[in-house]
């Protein structure tokens, strides 16, 4: 700016002076031509022409190579805002690209068609001819073709490239892009006839690599037909495209892992519930159908189950007692109530003592419990003998012993 006000300053003043002069030799001209002096004349003309001529060599001196470089400056910066509008045309499409990439990357469809919609997109927006996503199965350490944006479904999920042979398998191994003018003389090249990558010529392969957990989920790469070099808009839109992709495909793998875990969870969840169905029914025919009377308590001696021969015992029905604590039962609770505590200390016990019927009767039993464990939870299972018969046994043996000490006696005395 300072030089244009320097240049436009420099050509003011030349036509300044180059006035003056015109003025100055056509005054002195009119003046000889009042005094008739043709000699004056003469010299204040060629005066007059030869300072039109210096002002006019002095413009092309100094000011025409002005403009010139001006015009010069000029078509320049329109070249450049040119290649600016260009540079911005191409990035705005490049932001749609990306844009596009990650709404298909992430819709609701199946996985396999997001990666055929990323694969087309792609194509186009690095106007490539054809582009290929592989993904990365760590178990057989291999890469597998996910999706393409050629018409070669067939192809999907059957062309494998072992980790490090080839491009993709060296890209995949070394983690590292690479980016080919001549795809067929490079060493690293292998052709696969399914795919047939020898029609190409120029070629750009990414890793698809999460860094957060330094996981490569797979390999990305695209093909052109002529030679050509990439851009830097370029290699910074399948860049960024490579970091979408991948942290989408990773979040695919673990759903479906988690999937996977959850279908096996509740596999086993319904395979362990059957077999406690399967045991619980087992134990409660058992129980059931058992002589004895058997009542399940909790810790602190509340009945919450209790079989047949329990209710015909206590003269209460079963749904009865599970209102109950079973030592309220006893004449005398203390007693029997201490097998709680050698429970707690993990000790079977044994206790004797009288039950009290619901008609007032009263019943001598035995008491002993064990430890159980349902569900994750301590009860007790307590089984209740009623000795009323051994009772009846022990003083029907008590008065036949008294009758034969009697007849023993009577035999002696004779």
Known sequence: MPNSTFEHRKGVLILCIALALVVAFGASAGYFIARGRSAGVSLSLVCLVVSALVAYALYRKMIFPYYHRLEDANLELHLKQEELLDTKDDLFIKFLGVYDVNYAAN???????RMKDVADITARVMEADACFIFLYNKSKDELVLEAT???????VNKIRIPLGEGIEGWVGRRLEPVMLKDVRGDSRFKDNPDLALSRYTSAYCLPLYVYSNGALV???EVFYARARSFTDEEINFFTTLSGIISTTIQNEQMQVELRKMNMELEQWVAEKTEELRASEERYRTLVENASESIFVLSENGDIVFANEQAARLTGHAKYDLLHKNLFELFVDPVRPKGVLSEISQGRQALRH???RRRDGTTVPVDVSAVGLTLMGKHFVQSVVSDMS????????LEEK???IAALKSQRGLL
């Not at 944006?149 to 192809?155: G, I, L, R, S, Y």
């Not at 018969?389 to 029907?396: A, D, G």
């Open 107 to 113: 819709s609701p469809r199946l996985f396999k068609n």
């Open 389 to 396: 018969s051994r009772k009846r046994l022990e003083m029907l």
């Open 149 to 155: 944006n050629k018409e070669q479904v067939e192809n």
């Open 401 to 403: 012993e008294r009758e």
């Open 218 to 220: 797979g390999v990305m």
């Open 353 to 355: 003592g009288e039950l």
